[in-house]
Protein backbone atom coordinates (compact mmCIF):
# COMPACT_ATOMS: atom_id res chain seq x y z
CA UNK A 1 0.00 0.00 0.00
CA UNK A 2 1.50 3.30 -0.83
CA UNK A 3 1.41 6.22 1.67
CA UNK A 4 -1.55 8.24 -0.03
CA UNK A 5 -3.74 5.30 0.12
CA UNK A 6 -2.61 4.16 3.46
CA UNK A 7 -3.20 8.22 4.52
CA UNK A 8 -6.51 7.99 2.88
CA UNK A 9 -7.62 4.89 4.60
CA UNK A 10 -6.74 6.49 7.79
CA UNK A 11 -8.81 9.88 7.15
CA UNK A 12 -11.38 7.67 5.94
CA UNK A 13 -11.36 5.62 9.00
CA UNK A 14 -11.11 8.94 11.56
CA UNK A 15 -13.92 10.06 9.94
CA UNK A 16 -16.19 7.20 10.38
CA UNK A 17 -15.18 6.83 14.19
CA UNK A 18 -15.17 10.57 15.15
CA UNK A 19 -18.99 10.14 13.78
CA UNK A 20 -20.05 6.93 15.39
CA UNK A 21 -18.35 7.59 18.65
CA UNK A 22 -20.27 11.00 18.52
CA UNK A 23 -23.65 9.37 17.81
CA UNK A 24 -23.12 6.62 20.30
CA UNK A 25 -21.67 8.74 23.59
CA UNK A 26 -24.91 10.34 23.49
CA UNK A 27 -27.22 7.09 22.63
CA UNK A 28 -25.60 4.74 25.37
CA UNK A 29 -27.38 5.54 28.26
CA UNK A 30 -30.84 5.65 26.53
CA UNK A 31 -29.84 2.28 24.79
CA UNK A 32 -29.06 0.51 27.59
CA UNK A 33 -31.84 1.87 29.69
CA UNK A 34 -34.37 0.47 27.06
CA UNK A 35 -32.39 -2.57 27.46
CA UNK A 36 -32.73 -3.03 31.12
CA UNK A 37 -36.83 -2.54 30.77
CA UNK A 38 -37.00 -5.35 28.20
CA UNK A 39 -34.40 -7.60 29.69
CA UNK A 40 -32.51 -7.30 26.37
CA UNK A 41 -28.97 -8.10 26.06
CA UNK A 42 -26.48 -5.34 25.58
CA UNK A 43 -25.57 -4.38 21.84
CA UNK A 44 -22.61 -2.95 22.43
CA UNK A 45 -19.95 -5.70 22.93
CA UNK A 46 -21.27 -6.28 19.36
CA UNK A 47 -21.04 -2.84 17.76
CA UNK A 48 -17.58 -2.15 19.60
CA UNK A 49 -16.52 -5.61 17.90
CA UNK A 50 -17.83 -3.52 14.52
CA UNK A 51 -16.49 -0.60 15.32
CA UNK A 52 -12.83 -2.15 15.95
CA UNK A 53 -13.11 -4.26 12.76
CA UNK A 54 -13.86 -1.05 10.85
CA UNK A 55 -17.54 -3.01 9.95
CA UNK A 56 -19.03 0.85 9.69
CA UNK A 57 -21.63 0.15 7.07
CA UNK A 58 -22.84 -3.04 9.36
CA UNK A 59 -22.78 -0.69 12.25
CA UNK A 60 -24.78 2.19 11.14
CA UNK A 61 -27.25 -0.10 9.90
CA UNK A 62 -27.23 -2.45 13.63
CA UNK A 63 -27.67 1.16 15.02
CA UNK A 64 -30.26 2.41 12.65
CA UNK A 65 -32.55 -0.46 12.88
CA UNK A 66 -32.45 -0.67 17.00
CA UNK A 67 -33.51 2.95 16.83
CA UNK A 68 -36.23 2.39 14.02
CA UNK A 69 -37.50 -0.75 16.35
CA UNK A 70 -37.24 0.00 19.69
CA UNK A 71 -38.02 3.59 19.22
CA UNK A 72 -34.85 5.23 21.54
CA UNK A 73 -35.57 8.79 21.53
CA UNK A 74 -32.41 11.04 19.84
CA UNK A 75 -32.61 14.13 19.38
CA UNK A 76 -32.36 15.92 16.15
CA UNK A 77 -28.16 16.64 16.33
CA UNK A 78 -28.16 12.75 16.60
CA UNK A 79 -30.53 12.27 14.01
CA UNK A 80 -28.79 14.07 11.66
CA UNK A 81 -25.17 12.19 12.56
CA UNK A 82 -27.05 9.59 12.04
CA UNK A 83 -28.23 11.07 8.57
CA UNK A 84 -24.83 11.71 7.53
CA UNK A 85 -23.70 8.28 8.31
CA UNK A 86 -26.08 6.73 6.52
CA UNK A 87 -25.72 8.29 3.37
CA UNK A 88 -22.21 7.93 3.32
CA UNK A 89 -22.58 4.40 2.03
CA UNK A 90 -23.14 4.53 -1.43
CA UNK A 91 -24.92 1.54 -3.22
CA UNK A 92 -25.35 -0.51 -0.09
CA UNK A 93 -25.71 -4.20 -0.67
CA UNK A 94 -29.11 -5.79 -0.36
CA UNK A 95 -28.82 -7.17 3.21
CA UNK A 96 -28.28 -3.86 4.79
CA UNK A 97 -31.91 -2.98 5.10
CA UNK A 98 -31.77 0.50 6.90
CA UNK A 99 -29.50 1.45 4.37
CA UNK A 100 -31.38 0.42 1.71
CA UNK A 101 -34.72 2.09 3.30
CA UNK A 102 -32.66 5.48 4.62
CA UNK A 103 -35.54 7.77 4.24
CA UNK A 104 -38.26 5.43 6.13
CA UNK A 105 -36.27 4.83 8.43
CA UNK A 106 -35.47 8.39 8.87
CA UNK A 107 -38.86 9.33 9.17
CA UNK A 108 -39.83 6.72 11.43
CA UNK A 109 -37.25 7.30 14.29
CA UNK A 110 -38.23 8.66 17.79
CA UNK A 111 -36.60 12.65 17.48
CA UNK A 112 -36.75 14.51 20.02
CA UNK A 113 -35.26 17.17 22.19
CA UNK A 114 -35.60 16.24 25.52
CA UNK A 115 -33.82 12.22 24.91
Known amino acids: MNDANHAQQLTNHRWWSERIDALLSG ?6 QADAETDAESPFPYY ?15 IASLLSKEQIPITNAESEILRELMYRVESPPSFFRCLNDRETVMASLNVTEIP
Open 48 to 62: DALRNQSEFPLLVDS
Open 27 to 32: LRGRIE
